[in-house]
């Protein structure tokens, strides 16, 4: 079965300061990586996806992710951190079948950055 | 582009009650998705619908929820009756094809509280 874990909780980080959020997958078959962002009170925005391609993905709001196939790692990062990145973000691995087409959701991590 | 939209934003109603949402999808997105996030949790699908039919309703509790997507582009979900761990955001999602290139965009959410 398809899975992503999200082994922080809560990251904190200066404003800034580079930043990384961590994921790593377990899947059958090709994995189709996506990380999305949470505001309060708000639903799901899409930041970037990895599917086939260069390792390195970029996506919005500056961020990007780095595809690590070796240790099943994708996890999310940014150069310079600003206070308006706080917020909340999943991971997802795309699990496909015959009958199903759904995203298989990490716990979520808490990014807070102090100004 | 317009986004997903759903409706109502936020409702609360008492256990044994019934309530429904609305979702409209992203225009031309045959591939409609309904989440449940309970709070401290990653998004889990219920249904997914490609154009007017049902794809994959394995997670759907059946015997209180039910979703229907009549035709083809609007769809409402529907708790009868609600119990206390209904207690959730569900989200909408669309896409344009059920297929691993292809972005699942969500919408805000409804927030529901179940007394």
């Known amino acids: 079965a398809q899975s992503v874990a999200q082994p922080e909780d809560q990251v904190n980080v200066a404003e800034g300061n580079p930043l990384t959020v961590k994921c790593t997958y377990s899947v059958s078959g090709n994995p189709y990586l996506f990380w999305y962002v949470q505001y309060p009170n708000r639903g799901l925005q899409f930041l970037l996806k990895y599917i086939t391609g260069d390792n390195l993905v970029k996506g919005s709001y500056g961020f990007e992710a780095e595809f690590n196939k070796s240790q099943t790692s994708f996890h999310l990062k940014k150069p310079s951190a600003l206070v308006s990145d706080s917020a909340l973000y999943f991971c997802a691995v795309r699990d496909m079948g015959i009958q199903t087409d759904k995203l298989i959701f990490g716990t979520g991590t808490r990014l807070q950055v102090f100004p | 582009e317009a986004g997903v939209a759903q409706s109502p934003r936020y409702k609360i109603i008492e256990k044994r009650q019934s309530v429904a949402f609305w979702c409209n999808p992203i225009?031309?997105?045959?591939?409609l998705y309904w989440y449940q996030q309970i709070l401290g949790q990653g998004p889990k699908l219920l249904i997914q619908f490609q154009n007017n039919g049902v794809v994959d309703d394995s997670q759907l509790p059946k015997d209180r929820f039910s979703a229907e997507r009549l035709k083809g582009v609007d769809s409402t979900l529907k708790i009868q009756p609600a119990k206390l761990e209904d207690s959730a955001v569900y989200l909408c999602?669309?896409?344009?094809?059920?297929?691993?290139?292809?972005?699942?965009?969500f919408g805000p959410g409804t927030r529901l509280l179940v007394l």
């Open positions: 225009s031309g997105h045959a591939t």
């Open positions: 999602a669309s896409s344009l094809a059920p297929t691993a290139e292809e972005t699942q965009y």
